[in-house]
């Protein structure tokens, strides 16, 4: 576990650029050319590293409850905008539902209450954002491998795609979204979260579901997930790169670490 922790701790570092990044926002970094430069290296260099050194099933370093964070800060939007969002979280997510769908042979929408009543899983980690900083938590969800159990991929299906109601332009025609492969997708650790620290999601933290991919860097821990759809290239979704940063900013589509 000891060379996994200072490899992530490495790539924190570098792409914190000797600390300065903790001081400023992530849209404030993709204005950055130095900042987009580096991160394109240190993801390639990442990527390659670790599926040489690392198979992709194992297992982020997972720790005990007296290391965890005293708080675990949120990053990005802390309430979206969205009329649709705020009105679910009045009324406490009762009526919210994620729809699972794309190449897949039963698509189902789920409410909250049928995802926590799949089989559970809780693991303390660190989650590590291009800023700078780190924080360690406590998760309670859903294996994701739970829900693809339900839908049965399609064999062509080869990316799992995260759509989220945080609104990302003022007039709400762009939302924040997310991918991972499938190595990801059935990993033991990959979760649809609907806990921290024992207690019921936060909204600043996602609420009510958010994917937790433990291996890799926060921006891709897709935060109020709407819809979740299985797709054979990230081309079919229309959106560019497979991600909200990835193509606003040019990070890396791939931030293990």
């Known amino acids: 576990m000891a060379h996994q922790t200072d490899r992530r701790r490495f790539l924190a570092r570098l792409l914190a650029g000797a600390g300065t990044l903790a001081l400023v926002g992530c849209d404030k970094l993709s204005n950055s050319e130095w900042f987009t430069n580096v991160l394109s290296t240190g993801g390639s260099l990442s990527k390659n590293v670790h599926r040489l050194i690392s198979a992709r099933k194992s297992m982020a370093q997972e720790f005990s ?3 965890m964070s005293p708080n675990f800060r949120s990053n990005g939007t ?3 905008s969205s ?12 009526d919210w ?21 799949l089989p559970s899983r809780t693991q303390i980690t660190r989650h590590d954002c291009v800023e700078g900083w780190s924080a360690i ?22 990316f799992a795609v995260f759509y989220c109601a945080d ?16 190595d990801d997708a059935y990993h033991a650790q990959t979760m649809l979260a609907y806990k921290l620290n024992d207690e019921t999601l936060p909204i600043k933290n996602g609420a009510p579901i958010r994917l937790r991919v433990e291996r890799q860097l926060g921006y891709k821990q897709a935060k109020y997930i709407m819809r979740l759809a299985l797709v054979e290239k990230l081309d079919h979704i229309g959106e560019g790169k497979g991600g909200y940063w990835e193509d606003s900013a040019g990070y890396e589509w791939y931030a293990g670490i």
């Open 167 to 182: 609104p990302m332009q003022d007039d709400g025609s762009q939302k924040y979204y997310e991918s991972i492969d499938m």
């Open 65 to 67: 409850e007296a290391d």
């Open 83 to 94: 009329a649709e969002y705020q009105a679910l979280a009045k009324d406490n997510f009762r």
């Open 137 to 158: 938590g406590k998760w309670t969800g859903t294996p994701l491998h739970e829900v693809l159990a339900l839908v049965k991929p399609l064999p062509q299906a080869h």
């Open 97 to 117: 539902a994620l729809t699972i769908d794309g190449l897949v042979e039963k698509p189902i929408t789920l409410t909250l209450t049928q995802i926590q009543a």
């Open 78 to 80: 802390s309430l979206p």
